[in-house]
């Protein structure tokens, strides 16, 4: 793959940023790679283990001639990032981000956006529940999603070349509008993660079951509940901060399926049990048959690197 940026700046290198960066150098994509993190331990981690070749104490200093920045920080501090960077970012340059939640990034970093610079907000649709400069892996994103919600106006030179740039990383990448992502990644992403932190939880807040026991006696659903729960939890609590209105629909729609689980479990209804769980079923089927996961069993114990 030939250059495709001369300079990119990757703001924040946690686990998608570090991917990001070993990614680029696997593929050849940027001539040169600078990044920027609030921790002195991630800019001295980054710098050797060669993620990047420089690293900046500002967001404002690792942007000057960059030609694409990318903010891979929690959502909530993309609209202070956005506002760092902008008497830096030169004309013609391309601004995107990986936050899971579209509408608050247009709403929060579109203001600081100067005209001649290309605002593309993204979302790959790849991770593990790991974080930190050495977590990541350049196949992170091989045959996953990459969604890019270009704003009003986009030029679309500037969004081909970034749906060129993911694509070169490894993902399949579709255009969507922001509002539509965030309803769609609400039940695909959100509630998921809602529901594993509250079932881990409630396990915790047991009184009658032992910790040691709840540890012992994992099965494998709660296994992955727990793998799920151990995402980031600044990255996730602005998630759903800023996506309330989408999770609060799926909630309610969720509860309501509950409740009727609930009630066929509790009057032995098991022809509703087993046509609700055969549909459930053909889901996991699909998601199979599209590539998106495996049928072998990991059980969470290794991530899989291509």
Same mark, same amino acid.
């Given at each position: 793959?030939?250059?495709?940026?001369?300079?990119?700046?990757?703001?924040?290198?946690?686990?998608?940023?570090?991917?990001?960066?070993?990614?680029?150098?696997?593929?050849?994509?940027?001539?040169?790679?600078?990044?920027?993190?609030?921790? %002195? *331990?991630?800019?001295?981690?980054?710098?050797? @283990?060669?993620?990047?070749? #420089?690293?900046?104490?500002? !967001? &404002?200093? =690792?942007?000057?001639?960059?030609?694409?920045?990318?903010?891979?920080?929690?959502?909530?501090?993309?609209?202070?990032?956005?506002?760092?960077?902008?008497?830096?970012?030169?004309?013609?340059?391309?601004?995107?981000?990986?936050?899971?939640?579209?509408?608050?990034?247009?709403?929060?970093?579109?203001?600081?956006?100067?005209?001649?610079?290309?605002?593309?907000?993204?979302?790959?649709?790849?991770?593990?529940?790991?974080?930190?400069?050495?977590?990541?892996? %350049? *196949?992170?994103?091989?045959?996953?999603?990459? @969604?890019?919600?270009?704003? #009003?106006?986009?030029?679309? !030179? &500037?969004? =081909?070349?970034?749906?060129?740039?993911?694509?070169?990383?490894?993902?399949?990448?579709?255009?969507?509008?922001?509002?539509?992502?965030?309803?769609?990644?609400?039940?695909?992403?959100?509630?998921?993660?809602?529901?594993?932190?509250?079932?881990?939880?409630?396990?915790?807040?047991?009184?009658?079951?032992?910790?040691?026991?709840?540890?012992?006696?994992?099965?494998?659903?709660?296994?992955?509940?727990?793998?799920?729960?151990?995402?980031?939890?600044?990255?996730?609590?602005?998630?759903?901060?800023?996506?309330?209105?989408?999770?609060?629909?799926?909630?309610?729609?969720?509860?309501?399926?509950?409740?009727?689980?609930?009630?066929?479990?509790?009057?032995?209804?098991?022809?509703?049990?087993?046509?609700?769980?055969?549909?459930?079923?053909?889901?996991?089927?699909?998601?199979?048959?599209?590539?998106?996961?495996?049928?072998?069993?990991?059980?969470?114990?290794?991530?899989?690197?291509?």
């Amino acid at each position: 793959m030939s250059v495709l940026f001369e300079k990119v700046a990757v703001l924040g290198l946690g686990l998608i940023g570090s991917s990001l960066c070993h990614a680029m150098r696997k593929e050849g994509l940027a001539r040169h790679i600078v990044g920027y993190a609030k921790s %002195a *331990e991630t800019r001295a981690t980054a710098l050797e @283990i060669g993620l990047v070749d #420089a690293v900046y104490e500002t !967001a &404002a200093d =690792a942007v000057v001639d960059a030609d694409l920045i990318i903010l891979c920080a929690p959502i909530g501090a993309c609209g202070p990032l956005a506002a760092a960077i902008k008497p830096n970012l030169k004309r013609g340059a391309t601004v995107t981000d990986v936050g899971s939640v579209k509408g608050a990034i247009v709403r929060d970093c579109g203001p600081h956006i100067p005209e001649g610079v290309h605002f593309i907000p993204g979302h790959p649709i790849a991770g593990t529940e790991q974080s930190g400069p050495r977590s990541g892996f %350049a *196949e992170l994103f091989h045959n996953r999603w990459c @969604i890019l919600t270009p704003v #009003a106006g986009s030029d679309s !030179a &500037a969004v =081909a070349k970034l749906e060129q740039f993911w694509k070169a990383c490894g993902s399949n990448v579709e255009l969507m509008d922001a509002g539509h992502h965030d309803l769609v990644l609400a039940i695909t992403s959100h509630l998921p993660h809602l529901i594993a932190y509250t079932t881990v939880a409630t396990a915790a807040d047991l009184e009658n079951v032992t910790d040691s026991e709840v540890i012992k006696y994992s099965a494998s659903g709660f296994r992955d509940f727990t793998r799920i729960a151990a995402s980031d939890p600044t990255m996730w609590r602005d998630v759903f901060l800023n996506n309330k209105d989408a999770v609060l629909e799926m909630l309610g729609r969720f509860s309501e399926e509950l409740s009727v689980l609930q009630r066929a479990v509790r009057w032995g209804d098991g022809e509703t049990l087993f046509n609700l769980f055969t549909r459930a079923r053909e889901a996991r089927r699909n998601i199979i048959a599209a590539g998106q996961d495996t049928a072998a069993p990991d059980f969470g114990r290794a991530i899989k690197k291509d």
